[in-house]
């Protein structure tokens, strides 16, 4: 551990003479540049926590006010309407002051209360800018005079260079929809998929509801909006996640891939050494708020809200006691944690980040890591399946958590994983695309989803999985944050790894060669049998789960997002058309489908969510043998690029009714519309994972350096997962999920039916290909 190496260079003798001191100047010089870099760390912090507080404004533009009311006085304008002499009347301790001074005095305290409540006024003024989403529904490549003008105005407040939070004051908050639109959009949802009779028993119970409690649920629900910043966003992560008790493995966490076709080196300890100096890169920067903020249009910001615990977090499993009757998990997030907890062969090992001040470089990393993999210790009893306690049941996990885990050495251990930047499992095993073998992609992707259901520790924001052939992945934990915040970072670092750290000629890290950092050291645990006992029960639950999942990816090389724009239609739109053909040519039934879509245009917005199965989407697809299929088409795109529009505007279906449900639960209010609502099973559920959120690397120029994207496991048990990612013009690519132990699924035959229906929807647009491109990505 640290505290040993340094006590090596602090050393004392007692003698009759006096205490003798012997100091190492490394050590010492080590401590000086630690406490130098923590001051400039958090001076950087400080500047960019005041430039990101008085935005869109400057500190400099107060010294403007200030200098302007100065100048006020001595031209004997007074623009504060006697404010200032009225200050100058009410200063404590006046009388021990001049005149003069008094004056001056008092234009300061005025000038910087004019300068708060302009920068107030700026900032409400922008929040009333983009709280107008009127140019979310107007036609892709047509632009309103209204909407220029709009943008023109919205760039104007903005301000220049704005950091991560520059926005966050500004961002208006989620609205809460009326119950009257909210219930109309359900039933039209619903209609495609009820006969006569269970339309008629299901608009009964809404119309019931809406005249009976619906009222009194809302005006909780507006009050909710009012007194927090977002009224949707703490109950999804509490009730969603948080208070689930099944296992996260597969059920919640998911995956993201590495590039698809490249690999930098085959090096496993130098490619883990560049990813995880790149990762901290942007843990500096997001410490800082460096990162610029995403925004739509190149204008209309995102909130970042959920990128603050991307790093130093972990989902804490949660157990019923008397004081807290209700089961639920919490998420720890920590600040400036320096070390990495790495998992190698069964064996935990604790590798510090930092030395001198500063992170250690890609090749010291490398050292290190080579140093983990050379190690040939044998684990210790319990060791080897120890983090399978975070890919069971919650409940186990939690009661093992406090009886094995709360004292000595067992603690020590825990509290240095749970504390750690992230988890680095350094795994045995090749995996990655490769085009010579047909399953390739499918070990891969669930060797990254569950792995051996030992190997990562779910619990993690994110575990980085290093492979002995180069590749990497992530598995992210799903409470905190949602798949495009870890997608950002995945950008971020595999551009850095590839365009700017890179490798020498025989594959290692770049730079020199540090053999004098002390060895990763390992965690140490006295792991009773008892506790093995539970350790293997839930290795085996676990086991259970990784062993029914049935993962297909596909590429779909055809034709990608470059074409389907020609045919003047949303790439979204043709897609998940494309999933609901192939839903009905798998099962002879439509079904309740789930798409996700961001609300991060609002303050703390996290998701919701767009039926994909509509009345227009069941028509297009019944006709499909029939004449006039474009027509029905070219509707059912364009009403499910309208319900995605509502649904990034606050306007979805899903959200509203799960609050409305929470606010009924709370008040002992009885719903069975609500009850109904919330019990229907989503046997389709989907999820479009973007690309290209930084731009970092120009995928025209390079088109080889593209990721897979990523995917989860099935949300039902008879039904189907679909990730899917639009990369580039040219491809696009489905994470297809299900279980074996369904008679009714395959994803395989699935995927078939995706391609199918892809290039027949296709096919109604070929007298339309040369047409003029429509830039549209929604």
């Known amino acids: 551990m640290a505290e040993a190496h340094q006590a090596v260079g602090f050393q004392f003798t007692v003698r009759p003479d006096g205490v003798d001191l012997k100091l190492s100047q490394e050590v010492i010089k080590t401590i000086y540049l630690s406490g130098v870099t923590a001051w400039k760390k958090r001076?950087?912090?400080?500047?960019?926590?005041?430039?990101?507080?008085?935005?869109?404004?400057?500190?400099?533009?107060?010294?403007?006010?200030?200098?302007?009311?100065?100048?006020?006085?001595?031209?004997?304008?007074?623009?504060?309407?006697?404010?200032?002499?009225?200050?100058?009347?009410?200063?404590?301790?006046?009388?021990?002051?001049?005149?003069?001074?008094?004056?001056?005095?008092?234009?300061?305290?005025?000038?910087?209360?004019?300068?708060?409540?302009?920068?107030?006024?700026?900032?409400?003024?922008?929040?009333?800018?983009?709280?107008?989403?009127?140019?979310?529904?107007?036609?892709?490549?047509?632009?309103?005079?209204?909407?220029?003008?709009?943008?023109?105005?919205?760039?104007?407040?903005?301000?220049?260079?704005?950091?991560?939070?520059?926005?966050?004051?500004?961002?208006?908050?989620?609205?809460?929809?009326?119950?009257?639109?909210?219930?109309?959009?359900?039933?039209?949802?619903?209609?495609?998929?009820?006969?006569?009779?269970?339309?008629?028993?299901?608009?009964?119970?809404?119309?019931?509801?809406?005249?009976?409690?619906?009222?009194?649920?809302?005006?909780?629900?507006?009050?909710?909006?009012?007194?927090?910043?977002?009224?949707?966003?703490?109950?999804?992560?509490?009730?969603?996640?948080?208070?689930?008790?099944?296992?996260?493995?597969?059920?919640?966490?998911?995956?993201?891939?590495?590039?698809?076709?490249?690999?930098?080196?085959?090096?496993?300890?130098?490619?883990?050494?560049?990813?995880?100096?790149?990762?901290?890169?942007?843990?500096?920067k997001l410490e800082r708020g460096e990162h610029a903020p995403l925004r739509a249009l190149g204008t209309v910001p995102m909130c970042s809200t959920q990128m603050e615990r991307i790093f130093n977090t972990t989902r804490i499993p949660g157990i019923e006691t008397g004081k807290q009757p209700l089961c639920t998990d919490i998420v720890q997030h920590l600040t400036d944690r320096k070390h990495l907890v790495v998992y190698h062969k069964g064996r935990f090992f604790l590798l510090w980040l930092y030395t001198g001040g500063r992170h250690l470089l890609p090749s010291e990393l490398e050292t290190q890591f080579q140093r983990i993999l050379n190690d040939t210790s044998e684990p210790q009893p319990g060791e080897l399946k120890l983090a399978a306690l975070t890919a069971g049941h919650r409940v186990p996990w939690a009661q093992s958590r406090i009886k094995y885990f709360g004292q000595g050495v067992n603690k020590v251990s825990l509290d240095a994983i749970e504390s750690a930047a992230f988890f680095l499992t350094l795994d045995d095993e090749p995996q990655g695309y490769d085009p010579a073998k047909a399953k390739s992609l499918d070990s891969y992707a669930k060797s990254l989803l569950h792995g051996k259901c030992y190997d990562r520790w779910f619990d993690k924001s994110f575990t980085l999985i290093s492979y002995p052939n180069g590749k990497v992945g992530v598995n992210a934990e799903h409470s905190w944050a949602d798949a495009p915040i870890v997608g950002h970072m995945w950008e971020y670092v595999l551009a850095t790894d590839c365009f700017h750290l890179g490798y020498t000629e025989e594959g290692h890290c770049k730079g020199d060669v540090n053999k004098g950092l002390p060895h990763p050291s390992r965690l140490q645990w006295q792991i009773p049998n008892e506790c093995q006992e539970v350790i293997e029960t839930s290795y085996l639950s676990a086991k259970l789960i990784a062993d029914d999942v049935d993962f297909h990816g596909y590429l779909f090389h055809e034709f990608g997002k470059g074409l389907i724009k020609k045919c003047r239609c949303s790439p979204d739109a043709f897609i998940q058309l494309a999933l609901q053909l192939a839903q009905f040519r798998d099962q002879g039934v439509f079904c309740l489908t789930y798409e996700s879509s961001m609300t991060r245009m609002f303050r703390d917005g996290r998701t919701e969510t767009v039926r994909s199965c509509t009345t227009e989407a069941v028509a297009f697809v019944r006709a499909m043998e029939d004449e006039g299929r474009l027509a029905l088409f070219r509707k059912a795109a364009e009403k499910h690029q309208n319900m995605y529009r509502l649904a990034m505007t606050g306007s979805g279906i899903d959200r509203h009714l799960f609050c409305l449900y929470l606010v009924s639960k709370y008040l002992g209010v009885d719903s069975p519309f609500l009850k109904k609502v919330l019990s229907e099973p989503w046997r389709l559920s989907t999820s479009q994972t973007p690309q290209q959120q930084l731009n970092l690397v120009d995928i025209n120029k390079f088109p080889k350096y593209v990721s897979a994207g990523g995917g989860f496991g099935p949300v039902a048990d008879d039904g189907y997962g679909v990730s899917y990612i639009i990369v580039g013009e040219n491809l696009i690519t489905f994470h297809i999920s299900s279980k074996f132990s369904s008679p009714d699924t395959n994803s395989c035959r699935f995927g078939q039916h995706i391609c199918d229906a892809m290039l027949d929807i296709q096919a109604l647009f070929k007298p339309e290909n040369d047409k003029t491109t429509v830039d549209s990505d929604f």
């Not at 119950?179 to 269970?198: A, G, K, M």
């Not at 930098?264 to 942007?282: F, K």
């Open 43 to 284: 001076a950087i912090q400080f500047k960019n926590g005041v430039l990101a507080g008085v935005y869109p404004a400057s500190p400099s533009s107060w010294l403007i006010v200030v200098i302007a009311m100065m100048s006020s006085l001595y031209i004997r304008i007074d623009p504060s309407l006697g404010m200032i002499e009225a200050l100058q009347e009410n200063l404590p301790h006046r009388d021990y002051l001049s005149v003069q001074s008094r004056a001056v005095l008092s234009a300061i305290l005025f000038a910087t209360g004019l300068w708060l409540f302009l920068i107030y006024l700026l900032r409400y003024m922008l929040k009333a800018l983009l709280s107008y989403h009127g140019w979310i529904f107007e036609s892709h490549g047509k632009m309103s005079r209204s909407t220029k003008v709009w943008l023109s105005l919205v760039k104007m407040f903005s301000g220049r260079r704005p950091l991560l939070y520059s926005f966050q004051a500004s961002l208006p908050r989620l609205p809460v929809p009326s119950v009257d639109d909210t219930i109309h959009r359900y039933l039209e949802s619903v209609h495609p998929l009820l006969n006569s009779d269970q339309y008629d028993q299901m608009e009964r119970l809404a119309n019931d509801f809406k005249d009976s409690k619906a009222a009194q649920l809302q005006r909780y629900l507006i009050l909710k909006s009012w007194w927090g910043t977002n009224y949707v966003s703490d109950w999804w992560e509490e009730y969603i996640y948080l208070r689930g008790r099944s296992p996260i493995m597969v059920n919640s966490n998911f995956y993201i891939m590495d590039l698809l076709y490249i690999t930098p080196t085959h090096r496993q300890a130098a490619r883990a050494g560049n990813v995880v100096h790149a990762m901290l890169q942007y843990r500096r």
